[in-house]
């Protein structure tokens, strides 16, 4: 199964996708994490990239695509894989067709989480991110108490550079022009499921569950049927 989450920055995609990877053995791949991880390593890719990210911009389609397309192809052709804020514009949603084609998948659902532009604003600027373990906390809905870990007292918090509030209004910006248009473009394609992302996060992760368990039974049955007259 091959699913994109996609939504506004914000939006729950990347905490869903850490909850179903878990409980669905998917692979979770987040472009914003692999940008990140290129940042921690020091790689040209991430030194590109940065100036891009700490604007709240879009890194460049080509770059993108490149290292999305590495990722893929180093994958288990028969692992089901789950695409955290990719694509981002058309011409990479193009480029995810192509890609998918040559390795011999198809595109199963794109999953897209409906929020309010307010509740984005307020969930993104009031989050803080441990330096050491990535744990997100947030000023108002899960402060820091006490590390899952036993580590620290929160001495490792920092704000994302991009979460801070002028950053946050230029990426819902960006989100606007460039990735709204691919709600569209999903929608012609039959693929799209709509979710309402301003629900409780289990609700969120129960919603999603069942409609990708939904997906799954149609494809076996699809498979069995094509077994069947092959
Ligand atoms: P995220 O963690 O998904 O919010 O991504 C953080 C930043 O990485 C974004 O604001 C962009 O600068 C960059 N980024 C992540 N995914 C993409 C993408 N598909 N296309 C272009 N830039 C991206």
Redesign the pocket.
Known sequence: MNVILLGP?GSG??TQAERLESRLDFIHI????L??DNLKNKTRLGKV?QS??DR??????DI?IRM?RNRLEQLDSHRSVLL??????IA?GQALEQILLELGRELSAVIYFQVPEEVIVKRLSGRFICRECQTPFHTEFSPFTECPHGKCNGEFLYQRE?DKPDTVRE?LR?YIRETRPLIEFYRRTGLLIEIDGNMPMDEVTASIMSKIAILDERMSDEQALRAREG
């Open positions: 920055p995609k990347g987040a472009s914003g994490d940008f990140r990239a891009y990210m709240g911009q879009l890194v460049p389609d993108t999305v955290d804020g990719f694509p981002r514009t990479q991009d990426r960006v």
